[in-house]
């Protein structure tokens, strides 16, 4: 097992099923203006996972391609979090689901463009700039439906309290993300920890929501040894049209 | 005998001038900053586009209206590659590009981030809508004076 193979697997893998899971909103969210808002986002994820998976499947090198790796492995191949197979609850839900992996993300990217891979630091600068869009929105939205009515307020509480269990994977390390620190590619995640409370918290705050104090982490996602029943059922709805029709294209 | 003829770079990026962006057609592909560079590798000629947003559904679409306007010109064998570094910028707009993106109805890019004033009446007098819009690269406002709702140009 290459440890490359894995980091990026791990990258690509988190933008795709986040973006398939908000371009599941498509055509059924709550407003015009945020239904177009969820489908570009899911066009920026599924855009930059287009450039994970591409490299992947190059460092690879058993002659797949990106599509392959997304459309046709199985759930226990997957690299995701498991914040980001969960399903996606209520608007308010997707929302502060969006807002934690944003949060992260932002600083997982910027400690990438530093990074002694120049493919994953080329990506990470593309990627960054989206990034930074999405965050800017889902912070936005977590604070004004936080600091809304009475509903919107518990709801975004249930979502939080919901998610925050899946938030700690974020962080943990093993022995892919130990080789690629000792090879300067990208930092022990733990890094991100500090910058991602120091964005979160206050924005959970000013949303008058209360932040969790049990520290417990689901974990298996990231390492694929532990996927939630409901990465599969995901993989079912996008990955049908390749296993009816192998090699379709058009 | 033949001949190949390989016309000089120069001549080839005032022909994609000519190349309308597929979404904006307004604006030409040069005016938008994406093509890199232009240059013979032997007898294929290279052009480096870059993508304006990762997932923009148009970038397939650019590349194959650039392969179609050069073989109108001669020139079959086109290689079209894509280069990420340095990541597009809305700084790569030409001026003229903003002017004509007014004049056609959505409000050039601006680093203050926001637009002007509306494209349409030009009171400053704007408000955001949303923060995505019609494409990737455009979010919606809407003008309190004259009521119209407009596209900005989203400055990245
Ligand atoms: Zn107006």
Known sequence: MDPLFEFLLRQGDNTLVLGHRISEWCGKAPVLEEDIALANTALDLIGQTQMWLGYAAEVEGAGRTADDLAFLRDAWDFRNLLLLERPNGDFGHTMMRQFLFDAYQIQNLKALEASSDPRIAEIAVKSGKEATYHLDRSRDTVIALGDGTSESNARMQSALDALWPYAGEMFLADEIDQAMAADHIAPLPLEYRAPWEAAVLPALAAAALKVPQDDFAHQGGKTGRRHSEHLGHMLATMQVLQRSYPGATW | ?156
């Not at chain 2, 016309?7 to 030409?28: F, G, M």
């Not at chain 2, 304006?52 to 073989?71: Q, R, W």
């Open chain 2, 1 to 156: 005998m033949v001949t190949l003829i390989r016309p000089d770079p120069a001549q080839i990026k005032a022909w994609l001038q000519d190349v309308p962006d597929p979404e904006i057609p307004v604006i030409s592909v040069m005016d938008l900053g994406i093509v890199r560079d232009v240059s013979w590798r032997g007898d294929v000629l290279e052009i480096a586009v870059t993508p304006t947003y990762s997932g923009c559904p148009a970038t397939s679409v650019i590349a194959m209206d650039i392969e179609t306007a050069l073989k109108q010109r001669g020139i079959d064998a086109v290689n079209i590659r894509t280069q990420l570094s340095p990541a597009w910028t809305t700084d790569w707009l030409t001026d003229g590009a903003k002017a004509k993106l007014e004049a056609y109805g959505i409000a050039p890019p601006r680093p203050a981030g926001g637009p002007a004033h509306c494209p349409h009446c030009k009171s400053k007098d704007v408000e955001k809508v949303s923060q995505f819009g019609s494409t990737p690269c455009k979010a919606q406002w809407r003008c309190q004076a004259c009521l119209e709702p407009f596209d900005y140009f989203k400055c990245i």
